[in-house]
Nanobody
Framework: QVQLVESGGGLAQPGGSLRLSCAAS????????MAWYRQAPGKECEFVAS????????NYADSVKGRFTISKDNAQNTVYLQMNSLKPEDTAVYYC????????????????WGQGTQVTVSS
């Protein structure tokens, strides 16, 4: 079965950095695009970043462009999200998702999702 397990969340100071990891199993990882989404309390699920199956093309939400980097290691079946210059508004639960497209209002709905990892940015 498809399994996605996020890790690396935690507390960071504004301007700090965190690196999230998503370990994948149960499918042919190299054939699929992957994405990160996030959801803050009271807000809709928000696209953060995506990467194509081979890892050659990335896309980012405007709010994180220049600060976050998504990467995909097909040899390790892992997708990463390097988050730099963190802001309080980055505080959310971050979810790894199989595939880059999603239209739901809440993360962890239809499709294959990880369990989420909490990121809190606060001084």
């Amino acid at each position: 079965q498809v399994q996605l397990v996020e890790s690396g969340g935690g507390l960071a100071q504004p301007g700090g950095s965190l690196r999230l990891s998503c370990a994948a199993s149960g499918f042919t990882f190299r054939r699929y695009a992957m994405a990160w989404y996030r959801q803050a309390p009271g807000k809709e699920c928000e696209f953060v970043a995506s990467v194509t199956s081979a890892g050659g093309t990335t896309n980012y939400a405007d709010s994180v462009k220049g600060r976050f980097t998504i990467s995909k290691d097909n040899a390790q079946n892992t997708v990463y999200l390097q988050m730099n210059s963190l802001k309080p508004e980055d505080t959310a639960v971050y979810y790894c998702k199989l595939g880059s497209e999603y239209r739901g209002s809440r993360c962890s709905g239809v499709g294959y999702w990880g369990q989420g990892t909490q990121v809190t940015v606060s001084s």
